[in-house]
């Protein structure tokens, strides 16, 4: 089992002909994704060769729909293109849309969030995020494919980096399915959805969470776990040492006051049970010695 995607999912790249599009695609193709084709505005009726793979190109998600099947898309489309890029795949009800482009302005990513809920058809991951990896059957985004393979335990993370970080450190105990969030002012899937996700995935053990200071979405994720998840989880909150009122990596990882603090939102998991690392190893190891019963 896994979340949200799998060997059965049906991929189109929005983008796939520019030079990020065309590099990572060869790379998902490599890790076993199932990838039909690619949309570009323009350049439908076109088609590339990826290693051996020939993919069609078309100019809307709707006309890929019509001719894959696909059910799920990763964009790859520059920021000032990106809100017309999701929009297209809302239109078309696809079910899974993984916007992997940072620096799209948080007004284009207000207003293709909320047409995506007003429409209730499609889930948007990130944007700004790495992607979505189930090892071994699927890898949308630029998670690396080779850090580890399948395995018993869920991760969600608002960080690209401590995602591949986290993968690596458990590898020897594999992963069902890595879900890196975005730590962007205004996201699609949350903590919470992916939370639900591994807890009623059965094969899905435990549970790692990595958030990061600025906002409530750690604090929001602790009372949902206490309500709702029986799976252990172990979690790391980045940004400690952060100075307060300074915007710190992500677009959303700024403190205020006492609100969002590191401190802050450690008290909060800890208060319903779960246990925070004070570095990304230490996570790990508590991890590891609940694994190991």
């Known amino acids: 089992m896994s979340i949200f995607v799998n060997e059965n999912t049906k991929v189109i790249v929005q983008g796939m002909t520019g030079s990020e599009g065309t590099k990572h695609t060869k790379r998902m193709l490599k890790a076993g994704t199932k990838i039909v084709a690619g949309v570009t505005p323009g350049k439908g009726g076109q088609s590339v060769d990826m290693d051996g793979k020939h993919l069609p190109i078309f100019n809307t998600v709707s006309e890929a729909i019509s001719a ?52 209730g058809k499609t889930q948007i991951l990130g944007p700004n995020c790495p992607g979505i990896i189930t090892p071994g059957k699927a890898n949308l985004g630029i998670i690396p494919a080779d850090i580890t393979g399948p395995g018993k335990i869920g991760l969600v993370s608002k960080s690209g980096t401590l995602t591949y970080q986290m993968m690596f450190e458990l590898r ?57 998840v029986t799976k252990p989880v172990v979690g790391y909150v980045a940004g400690f040492t952060a100075p307060e009122g300074k915007t710190m990596g992500h677009a959303g990882a700024i403190v205020s006051g006492s609100s969002g603090t590191a401190a802050a939102k450690k008290e909060a998991l800890e208060a319903v049970g779960v246990a925070v690392g004070k570095t990304p190893s230490e996570t790990a190891n508590l991890m590891r010695k609940i694994l190991n019963g």
């Open 68 to 119: 894959t099947g696909a059910n799920a898309s990763v964009v790859f489309v520059p920021p000032k293109f990106a809100k017309a890029a999701v929009i297209d795949a809302v239109d078309a009800e696809i079910a899974l849309v993984v916007v992997i482009t940072e620096g799209i302005p948080v007004h284009d990513v207000a207003a293709f969030y909320a047409y995506a809920v007003s429409k």
């Open 172 to 228: 020897d105990f594999g992963f069902t399915t890595a879900v890196g969030i975005g730590g962007d002012p205004i996201i699609g899937t949350t903590h919470i959805d992916c939370l639900r996700a591994f807890q009623d995935d059965p094969e899905t053990k435990a549970i790692v969470m990595i958030g990061e200071i600025g906002g409530d979405a750690e604090e929001r994720a602790a009372l949902f776990i206490k309500e709702y």
